[in-house]
């Protein structure tokens, strides 16, 4: 019984961490397209998602 809750506990804990990380991953930052502009003519845009 032990090892089975053992078991269920790491797993959750793996899924735990792996959700985790993906809920970080997807940054969104919305500008302006005047800001836009002057990032691309400094070139500091290495690349746009448009949705």
């Known amino acids: 019984m032990f090892k089975n809750l053992l078991l269920w506990l790491v797993l959750g804990s793996v899924l735990t961490s792996i959700f985790s990380q993906f809920q970080g991953a997807e940054q ?3 500008i302006t397209y ?3 502009i ?3 003519k400094q070139g500091d845009v290495s690349g746009v998602t448009l949705s």
């Open 28 to 30: 969104k930052n919305e």
């Open 34 to 36: 005047s800001q836009f």
């Open 38 to 40: 002057q990032s691309v």
